[in-house]
């Protein structure tokens, strides 16, 4: 048995294993069975030359492969105009007569003819030719350097494995040539394997780099053993020496210079891929130097930008009332520039259970499904995070996450290809995803840490007025009481009177200064809202208003209990409901409404809204609202909602206010129930589910 005949036999064992883990794979996957189909007919058609080898030759095993090549060369027409996506009905017509009028002649007088194998032979090496030549047609039309790069080396490939396929047949000619087409065509398909297995190009670029920089590895590391161990001829003790030697040389030499090899191949080959990955690792450092969120996406998407290698990009930050992720500025138009945080969040599990989530992998899940996607929990779930995939323009999406929490999420898009990113890049880009989540949580941590400098200098300023300014309030009170205003005439009584309550509202002041400005020291405990709401509508029923009020509430049932402080929930909710009240001076419509957000996760949120049908509060002004007295009113002190936003905070909660002019406003509370009582943000949580 010749080199040529084990060549066939090794191969075809190889080829069958390929169509069994095609066939036989889990998951389905796109164009699994004419690519099966011609792994099989390969398989046959090596099984039968090795069976012509070993056979001495027979008529039968010859005419079975005739038989053989004819429909392996029909099937690779078939597998590449699907995979192509051009489909020509003529040449599957024209291939597969040709096969089935070979299976009648091989087995007639017509088949004993040499010509007849020498015409079939030509046959089927013209058809592969054929569909090379289909394949190099596509990677010339491919408008982008990555995708006619990774086409061209199908096409190398393509090539190669059919040249030497046709230089296998000269033995048959009287010529002698080294067998290697069998192993090169099954190698080949061995890369077709993987790009059927993820429905998508595979990462050529990234394999052949790392074939190519094995083999310029082999050659010195070949060397370096070689050299070391040829001059020691027969003497063993030097030879298991010199042994021990080269392997520490190599130990010690090899990473570094695989590192060497493979930077060089990937600047001189894939010279875009290599910028690209270079322009990552310099984004990665520049970020980690940033603080400012705002600073950190106009640097990553500017450098994306300038890449050229997305069309689209963008960043979705959390919000700060926690009900979604919202971007101001992307790369390329996108539909949707805000991601609720309930209404998409099947997207945002999906992120939490994959680490990234892309279109291609989505519509290749519903097209398995078929026609019963729409009738099915998992067809209305993919078909929800494909609809918001689209909706912001991503073709793959990476969580920016610190933990457990979801900060942000990075889309990137190439309408231009299928397969943009190498798993590579992908990794870098995930890597850059973390190092933005980084940022954010630390922008985090720094805000907190500016508003505990504030608090405290706030804080010892706030006693050392309230000392120096009660003081003499005091004085300039009992004064003006000593003064007897009822023995007065009514121009002076009237000046005194104002003198008086202007000290208490001076006074009043200073208390809710210092009551912003104090440390909380108060005790959480478990409490239901239903009550506490009750009791602020009976108080606000109770009093007269100036003008028709209507009170609306809304509680949903089955409610958990939040972690609280009764008294200052109560002081919040008054701070709300009266500024409500106070935005409708001709009437209106006040609304409490309590609910629960997220039901179906297993943290939900309980939200408290306040909204009145006021004047509403213009866009310039809504920024300001919760700073320290700031105010709109004539007599207010500016420090109601400040205050009411420190004690939700110290609850572990959010304020956040909405409103529109002409149509009201509506304040929002974020509390934490008793059952989620370890988190303390109303966002995403990428923890996953109690027994998942």
């Known amino acids: 048995m010749g080199i040529q005949t084990q060549s066939a036999l090794i191969s075809a064992l190889l080829l069958l294993a390929i169509a069994i883990n095609v066939f036989y794979r889990r998951r389905s996957v796109v164009h699994r069975w004419s690519f099966g189909a011609l792994v099989t007919a390969l398989f046959a058609y090596n099984f039968l030359f090795f069976l012509y080898g070993v056979t001495g030759e027979s008529d039968w095993s010859l005419r079975l492969l005739l038989v053989c090549s004819t429909a392996a060369a029909h099937l690779v027409v078939r597998f590449y105009e699907r995979f192509l996506g051009e489909p020509s009905s003529t040449m599957r017509l024209l291939t597969g007569g040709a096969t089935g009028l070979t299976a009648v002649l091989a087995f007639t007088q017509i088949g004993d003819a040499p010509l007849f194998g020498t015409v079939v032979a030509s046959w089927s090496l013209g058809v592969f030719l054929y569909a090379g030549v289909r394949l190099w047609a596509r990677q010339r039309r491919a408008t982008s350097e990555v995708e006619r790069a990774r086409l061209g080396y199908l096409v190398i490939g393509h090539v190669t494995a059919l040249t030497f396929s046709g230089l296998d047949l000269l033995p048959f000619l009287g010529l002698e040539f080294p067998s290697l087409g069998h192993s090169l065509m099954t190698f080949y398909m061995y890369f077709w394997m993987q790009i059927v297995h993820r429905s998508r190009l595979l990462d050529l670029e990234e394999l052949f780099g790392r074939a190519l920089g094995l083999v310029v590895l082999a050659i010195p590391m070949s060397l370096i053993h070689t050299g070391l161990l040829v001059w020691t001829g027969d003497r063993l003790a030097l030879f298991f020496f010199n042994a021990i030697v080269a392997s520490v040389v190599i130990i010690f030499v090899y990473d570094p210079l695989r590192e060497f090899v493979e930077d060089r191949i990937s600047r001189l080959l894939f010279r875009e891929s290599y910028e690209f990955a270079q322009l990552l690792h310099r984004l990665r450092a520049e970020v980690l130097n940033l603080i400012r969120p705002g600073d950190a996406v106009a640097r990553v998407l500017d450098r994306l930008e300038q890449s050229r290698r997305v069309t689209h990009a963008s960043i979705y930050l959390l919000e700060a009332d926690g009900r979604g992720y919202g971007t101001q500025r992307a790369v390329g138009p996108v539909e949707a520039h805000r991601i609720d945080a309930i209404a998409g969040r099947p997207f945002l599990q999906a992120l939490r259970r994959d680490g990234s989530v892309t279109l291609e992998a989505i519509e290749r899940e519903l097209a398995e499904l078929g026609t019963e996607a729409s009738g099915t929990a998992e067809g209305q779930r993919l078909t929800a995070i494909r609809g918001i995939l689209r909706s912001i323009s991503a073709g793959i999406s990476f969580p920016c996450s610190s933990g457990e929490r979801l900060l942000g999420v990075l889309n990137l898009a190439d309408e231009r290809l299928r397969e943009p990113f190498s798993s590579h890049e992908l ?266």
């Not at 706030?458 to 309230?466: D, K, Q, S, Y």
């Not at 959480?524 to 009550?531: C, D, K, M, Q």
């Not at 609304?591 to 949120?605: A, E, H, I, K, N």
């Not at 959010?654 to 409103?659: D, E, G, T």
């Open 427 to 692: 990794q870098l880009i995930r890597s850059l995803a973390s190092q933005i989540a980084v940022v954010l949580d630390n922008s985090e941590h720094f805000d907190r840490i500016k508003e505990r400098e504030r608090l405290s200098v706030i804080g010892e300023m706030a006693a050392g007025l309230a000392h120096e300014i009660r003081n003499p309030l005091g004085a300039i009170k009992g004064a003006g009481q000593l003064l007897e205003p009822e023995r007065m005439d009514a121009d002076h009584r009237e000046l005194v009177e104002v003198i008086l309550q202007e000290v208490d509202r001076l006074n009043v002041v200073v208390s809710q200064f210092l009551d912003y400005a104090r440390p909380y020291r108060g005790t959480l405990s478990a409490v239901a809202l239903g009550p506490i709401i009750d009791r602020m509508v009976t108080l606000l029923r109770a009093e007269a208003h100036t003008a028709p009020l209507a009170i609306e509430v809304s509680v949903d049932s089955g409610l958990p209990m939040v972690l609280a402080d009764p008294s200052q929930l109560e002081q919040v909710l008054f701070n709300l409901t009266r500024n409500a009240i106070e935005a409708m001076p001709d009437g209106g419509t006040l609304t409490l409404r309590v609910q629960m957000l997220g039901r179906d996760s297993p943290y939900p949120r309980l939200q408290v809204e306040v909204s009145d049908t006021g004047t509403g509060i213009a866009d310039e002004v809504l920024p300001h609202m919760f700073i320290p007295f700031f105010t709109t009113k004539g007599r207010g002190t500016g420090l109601g909602l400040a205050i009411s936003q420190r004690i939700v905070q110290n609850h572990g909660g959010k304020i956040a206010v909405r409103s529109q002019l002409g149509v009201g406003t509506t304040v929002s509370l974020r509390l934490r129930s008793v059952e989620d009582n370890e988190s303390t943000t109303g966002e995403f949580s990428l923890r996953p589910p109690v027994g998942s």
